[in-house]
């Protein structure tokens, strides 16, 4: 069954669009004799797609995702950046997007799974991730072929998935593509929130060692203006500097926090190896949301220079997430180590307070997570910006006002939060695993389906699993994050 040629619902722009695509697509324009014309008016890489009689495409030998690629156009021929980003770019972006607050709260999960079972559960959760990761970008250049799209945002992908599959899941398209923007919206400005609240807890201690006491409220009031000011750049490429100086940072403050986690480490006898059973959710929601660069996979991808050298086996995805897997596993291992029981929603919070390079540690990782706060805030600006902006006469100032109201949002939401491990347990189960878990593999499985090859039951039976093990993981670590925050938490996790 050869691919659909169906216009796409264009009631939700692109994602691309707030990419700085200059792209005038005539995406799927039919002519009179039924020919599709695909690709860019501007550019010399319009392709002429011939359709027999009937509207499909002639049928040939499939590629591997079902397509002929002789017919069908490169998704990356079709794009015209204004502000691209090349591989180093990109790979700052990545470790920015990930080396957030999460890898800080993983000593706290380790201490909900157990030293050996968070050590290696760490490392397979990065590890399908990772994949998962790759299924999402291979699944959107080969839709960006069938629809002749220069490329494709993560809700997009879920609408043309489904909008190609079977004929019985058509008609939900749309609402899949909601589904999917709504989670984008909790996860990353349940992200904005908590990085918000990061940093105003890490300046308070700081403030407090300086003999300057302060609530945590009247810190998050102070971090409103450098925030506001940061949060309207619009381009990603612009960002990079931003990104650059995050990552340095970051990775400067994890490795004075190693001097603290490595003096004077007990025998690991002195840990539990295996947590009980009644923790693990907690375990799981707080690692699914340390991986928490999902949602920025597509938008990095698609503002690339060269967008090939991202899912490469040597290229920006693996390097990045290698490098993120091994600095989540030894935080966690040697800050659960050392700390045991006592292990708090950051391990700066169990750093002592009477020394100096432990308020350094919490400055480094409060700039660094204060200046990730731009990269989180871009992808819900990409959703909500061409849904509000529509609805105004002048969209750039309409813009700026939606950019400022949503800072302000997350500035509420910081300060109502009672506890910082716990909500971030409970926006990785209840959004970063779905996003993560869940839809990546459900995508790939609609998007095989027109062209189901010899190798179709394992993709199924694999990508199965991994829609399982999302799955459980979301209702489990939701209920159990939200009976934890309901109960009140744990007295060592609370911020105020």
Not at 14 to 35: A, P, V, Y
Not at 51 to 59: E, I, M, P, S, W
Not at 373 to 399: D, G, S
Request: contains cysteine; glycine residues 8%; hydrophobic residues 45%.
């Amino acid at each position: 069954m050869a691919p659909k040629f169906r216009d796409v619902d264009q009631t939700t722009p692109l994602l691309h669009d707030c990419n700085n695509n200059n792209n005038n697509s005539i995406n799927n324009g039919r002519l009179s004799n039924g020919t599709v014309v695909t690709g860019s008016t501007n550019s010399s890489a319009t392709t002429i797609v011939h359709l027999t009689a009937g509207g499909d495409r002639k049928a040939g030998k499939p590629a591997a995702h079902g397509c002929d690629d002789a017919l069908l156009p490169d998704p990356v021929a079709g794009r015209t950046l204004d502000h691209p980003t090349t591989n180093l770019d990109t790979l700052m972006h990545m470790l920015n997007g990930n080396l957030g607050t999460g890898i800080l709260a993983m000593p706290d999960a380790f201490k909900n799974a157990g030293l050996y079972v968070g050590f290696f559960g760490t490392l397979a959760m990065g590890v399908i991730c990772t994949h998962c990761m790759h299924l999402l970008v291979r699944c959107s250049h080969e839709l960006c072929r069938r629809y002749g799209r220069p490329s494709l945002s993560y809700a997009e992908v879920g609408y043309c998935a489904l909008d190609s599959g079977p004929r019985w899941a058509q008609p939900l398209a749309a609402s899949f593509r909601r589904l999917i923007n709504s989670f984008l919206l909790v996860m990353q400005l349940g992200l904005c929130c908590v990085y918000y609240l990061f940093v105003a807890v890490n300046v308070r201690e700081l403030l407090d060692y300086l003999g300057c006491p302060v609530p945590v409220l009247t810190v998050l009031a102070y971090l409103l203006v450098p925030l506001a000011a940061m949060n309207m750049v619009r381009s990603l490429k612009l960002l990079t500097p931003t990104s650059l100086v995050a990552s340095v940072l970051a990775i400067a403050g994890l490795a004075i926090a190693f001097l603290f986690l490595l003096q004077d480490l007990p025998h690991s006898g002195s840990v539990r190896p295996v947590s009980s059973w009644s923790t693990l959710p907690l375990y799981f929601g707080t690692v699914m949301y340390a991986f928490e660069g999902i949602g920025v996979v597509l938008p990095l991808e698609n503002n690339m220079a060269n967008p090939r050298d991202f899912i490469a086996w040597n290229g920006v995805l693996n390097t990045g997430m290698t490098i993120v897997v091994c600095l989540y596993s030894a935080v966690g291992f040697y800050g659960y180590l050392k700390y045991g029981e006592q292990a708090q929603g950051s391990v700066t919070l169990n750093l002592p307070n009477d020394a100096l390079l432990a308020q350094i540690v919490r400055l480094l990782m409060a700039v660094a997570v204060l200046a990730s706060y731009a990269l989180q805030f871009y992808v819900p600006m990409t959703i909500l910006v061409p849904a509000v902006t529509r609805h105004f006469r002048h969209r750039a100032l309409a813009e700026y006002g939606l950019r400022l109201a949503t800072v302000l949002l997350t500035f509420v939401l910081a300060a109502i939060i009672p506890n910082l491990g716990t909500f971030i347990s409970l926006v990785g189960a209840v959004s970063t695993s779905t996003l993560a878990l869940v839809f990546p593999p459900l995508i790939d499985l609609l998007t095989l389906w027109p062209a189901r090859t010899e190798r179709w039951r394992w993709t199924v039976l694999k990508d199965a699993l991994i829609i399982a093990f999302g799955a459980c993981g979301f209702f489990f670590g939701t209920a159990k994050s939200l009976a934890t925050i309901f109960a009140g938490g744990p007295p060592d996790g609370g911020i105020h």
